[in-house]
C-alpha cells in the first residue's frame, strides 16, 4: 500500500501535506518526470513557481500519473512584477493556465522584496482571490517578523511562510513567530542541497540507531517539529526514500543533537536585498 504523508491543517483550513516535491532547478521535461515518478510513490504535494519555468511540466505530470487531481495539493509563487492587487490575480491566473488546472491549493508571494514595498498589496489581492474560491489558502515566502508584523497589521494572516530551513539553520525564533500567529512552516532546501551537514555524527549516528538514511533523519527531523519540507529529487529512488519517513521517530536527544547544528550560519540570500 501507498504510504501517504500526514496533513497540517492550514488557518483557512486547507490541509496540506508535509512532504512536498521540489522542483527547483528542473526544466518542464524533467519536472513532468519527477512530479509523475513522485505522484505515483505516493506524493501529493508538489512546490512549483511562476520563476522555476516549470508549471507547466508539473502539469503535465499531474496528468501523466492519473491521479486525481483533488488528492493533490499545488503550491506556486510569484514574482516581484506582481506585487499588486491586480498584479496576484494575473498571476494566478497565468498559473492555471499553465499548470492546466482551475484553482490553486496554496498561492505565495514569492519573495518580499522590500525595496518595491507592494508586498503587502501583493497579500491584499490574495486574500481577495481565497475569497473568491481561485485559490484554497494563500501565503507568504522569505518574509522575515517585521514584514510578517506588516502584513498583519493590514489585517491579513498568510497560512504559511516557506523558509530556508534545515538543521544548520533552525530558524529558531522564526519558527517561535509563526507558532505564536498561527502560521505553518514549510522548509525549502530542507537536504541543504545534499550538504556537508548529512555527514555529522549527529545525524549519521541517528541514521543508524533506526536504520535509516541520514536524508531521512532530517526531513524526519523538520515534520517531527510539526514543519512541512519540499526536498527536491529528479530521482525515483531518493523520492521514495524522503517520503519513507513517517514509521519512526526521534528521541528528545536526537532531535536536541541535531537541532544543535545550528551555529549561526547565514543564508543563502538576504531577503532584505534579494528576490525576484
Ligand atoms: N521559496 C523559495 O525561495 C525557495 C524554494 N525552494 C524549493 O525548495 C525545494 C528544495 O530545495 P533545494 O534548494 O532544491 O534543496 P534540497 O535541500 O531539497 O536538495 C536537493 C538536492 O539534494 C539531492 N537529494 C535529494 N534527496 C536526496 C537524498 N535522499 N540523498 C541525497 N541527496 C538527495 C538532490 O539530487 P537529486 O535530484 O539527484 O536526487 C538535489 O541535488 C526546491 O526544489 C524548491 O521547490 C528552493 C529554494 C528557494
Ligand atoms: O528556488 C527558489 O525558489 C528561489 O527563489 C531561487 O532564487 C533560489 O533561492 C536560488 O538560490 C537562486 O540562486
Same mark, same amino acid.
Given at each position: 500500500m501507498t504510504t501517504l504523508a500526514p496533513t497540517l491543517t492550514l488557518a483557512g483550513g486547507a490541509q496540506m501535506p508535509v512532504l512536498a516535491l521540489g522542483t527547483w532547478p528542473m526544466n518542464d521535461a524533467e519536472t513532468a518526470d519527477a512530479v509523475d515518478s513522485a505522484l505515483r510513490s505516493g506524493y501529493r504535494h508538489i512546490d512549483t513557481a511562476e520563476?522555476?519555468?516549470n508549471e507547466r511540466g508539473v502539469g503535465e505530470g499531474l496528468r501523466r500519473s492519473?491521479?486525481?487531481?483533488?488528492?493533490v495539493f499545488l503550491t506556486t509563487k510569484f514574482n516581484r512584477?506582481?506585487?499588486?492587487v491586480d498584479g496576484a490575480r494575473a498571476a494566478c491566473e497565468v498559473s492555471l493556465q499553465r499548470l492546466g488546472v482551475e484553482q490553486l491549493d496554496l498561492l505565495l508571494v514569492h519573495w518580499p522584496n522590500p525595496d518595491q514595498d507592494r508586498y503587502v498589496d501583493a497579500v491584499r489581492g490574495l486574500a481577495a482571490l481565497r475569497e473568491e474560491g481561485l485559490i484554497r489558502a494563500f501565503g507568504v515566502s522569505n518574509f522575515t517578523q517585521p514584514h510578517l508584523a506588516r502584513v498583519i497589521d493590514a489585517g491579513?494572516?498568510?497560512?504559511v511562510n516557506q523558509i530556508q530551513l534545515d538543521p544548520e539553520h533552525g530558524r529558531a525564533e522564526l519558527l517561535r513567530v509563526h507558532r505564536e500567529l498561527g502560521i505553518a512552516t514549510t522548509a525549502y532546501t530542507p537536504l541543504g542541497r545534499a550538504?556537508?551537514? /548529512?555527514?555529522?555524527p549527529a545525524i549519521t549516528a541517528a541514521a543508524a540507531a533506526h536504520g535509516k538514511t541520514a536524508a531521512q533523519v532530517v526531513l524526519r527531523w523538520h515534520v517531527q517539529q510539526g514543519i512541512a519540507a519540499a526536498p527536491k529529487s529528479a530521482n525515483p529512488e531518493r523520492q521514495r526514500e524522503n517520503l519513507d519517513i513517517f514509521d519512526f521517530a526521534l528521541s528528545d536527544a536526537e532531535m536536541a543533537a541535531i537541532s544543535a /547544528?545550528?551555529?549561526g550560519a547565514p543564508l543563502h540570500h538576504d531577503p532584505e536585498e534579494f528576490g525576484h
Open positions: 520563476n522555476y519555468g492519473g491521479i486525481p487531481r483533488e488528492e512584477a506582481h506585487h499588486s491579513f494572516l498568510p497560512e550538504g556537508a551537514f /548529512l555527514a555529522d /547544528l545550528d551555529v
